[in-house]
């Protein structure tokens, strides 16, 4: 079992930065892949950025690539998204999430475990 708290989301004006942190309780960290998400209101969930278990493999979706980075401490058992270059199609609600796998993917059915959320709002 994985719980995950998200924090890190605010208001920022495009252009700026925000690094998102995703904590996890739980024996099993260490050994999930750690996907970020979002969604934004009346649309679907959309796969972000992943890691896998080693950190060794990552993947972005092309939206955010070149401009977000992902990352994860094993020891302090958090994950990290660090967001630059910020634009306001990037506002949305940001999910972490767990799955018991060695390397990320990118549907959202794959993963496990979710935290609730943390929300990112970019202002023009």
């Known amino acids: 079992q994985v719980q995950l708290v998200e924090s890190g989301g605010g208001l920022v004006q495009a252009g700026g930065s925000l690094r998102l942190s995703c904590a996890a309780s739980?024996?099993?960290?260490?050994?999930?892949?750690i996907g970020w998400f979002r969604q934004a209101p009346g649309k679907e969930r959309e796969f972000v950025a992943g890691?896998?278990?080693?950190?060794?493999?990552?993947v972005y979706a092309e939206s955010v690539k070149g401009r977000f980075t992902i990352s994860r401490d094993n020891a302090k058992a958090t994950a990290y998204l660090q967001m630059n270059s910020l634009k306001p199609e990037d506002t949305s609600l940001y999910y972490c999430?767990?799955?018991?796998?060695?390397?990320?993917?990118?549907?959202?059915?794959?993963?496990?475990?979710w935290g609730q959320g943390t929300q990112v709002t970019v202002s023009s």
């Open positions: 999430a767990a799955q018991r796998a060695s390397w990320a993917t990118l549907k959202a059915a794959d993963y496990d475990y």
């Open positions: 890691i896998s278990w080693t950190g060794g493999s990552i």
């Open positions: 739980g024996r099993t960290f260490s050994t999930s892949a």
